[in-house]
């Protein structure tokens, strides 16, 4: 009896999800496209929406709209992560960015993406393990880690620091998965592991017995 080697290894092939990464902004506003399967994370696309031509700010909007729109359709990702606001002491720009991020959440929404959110700190220490780490920092790990090729590198900061919220999302979901296949409670282990827990008797077993009721 043969076997189709090459069917039972397509069959066993994970499925692909892809992430979309955004760092929102009035005038630079980044994207990256993460390709994962299994445990593994690369590089689709990265690029940025240039608005700094663009005198109206309502026109802005509007158009960042458009184009992550475009982006979604383009790209048909599973999931949407994006920077939140960085909260400094510039109310005028916390504004702009909090419009920015706004829109390319409606956006997503439209299209049914479900969206993620991490504050910069959060994506920094995910990446570099320094919540304090610079840009640049960022951007070399990303392009070590992913093995973006030097060519495929960006001058704006924007790109890799979407491509960096995408990762972000990817490393934080397989450290979720992670905690749901264990258990969560200690009746949840003796449940599942009644082999391996010795019988307790007198007080612990009435406790025990209470605390596994549910």
């Known amino acids: 009896m043969t076997m189709d080697t090459k069917g039972a290894a397509a069959r ?3 499925a692909e999800r892809v992430i979309l990464g955004i760092d929102p902004g009035t005038n630079v506003l980044g994207y990256g496209v993460l390709s994962v399967k299994g445990r593994q994370a690369s590089m689709v696309a ?3 929406i240039d608005l700094r031509r663009c005198g109206d700010v309502y026109l802005k909007l509007g158009r960042i709209y458009e184009r992550v729109i475009g982006i979604i359709e383009s790209f048909l990702p ?3 992560a994006i920077e939140a606001p960085f909260f400094g002491k510039n109310v005028q720009s916390m504004l702009k960015l909090g419009r920015a991020q706004g829109v390319a959440i409606a956006a997503a929404i439209s299209r049914d993406v479900p969206i993620h959110e991490y504050a910069p700190l959060k994506i920094k220490m995910a990446i570099t393990g320094n919540g304090q780490a610079s840009k640049e920092q960022v951007a ?3 392009k070590q880690v992913l ?3 030097e060519e495929s590198m960006l001058p704006y900061l924007d790109a890799t620091d979407a491509l960096g919220a995408a990762y972000c999302h990817f490393l934080q979901s397989g450290r979720d998965a992670l ?3 264990g258990p969560r ?3 949840d282990f003796v449940r599942k592991n009644g082999a391996r827990v010795s019988a307790p008797t007198g007080p612990a077993r009435k ?3 209470l605390t596994c009721r549910k």
């Open 78 to 80: 599973d999931e949407m």
């Open 140 to 142: 070399a790990i990303l």
């Open 207 to 209: 406790l025990l017995e």
């Open 12 to 14: 066993k092939e994970p």
């Open 179 to 181: 905690r749901s296949d």
């Open 147 to 149: 093995r973006i090729r």
């Open 46 to 48: 990265m690029g940025v």
């Open 185 to 187: 409670t200690w009746a």
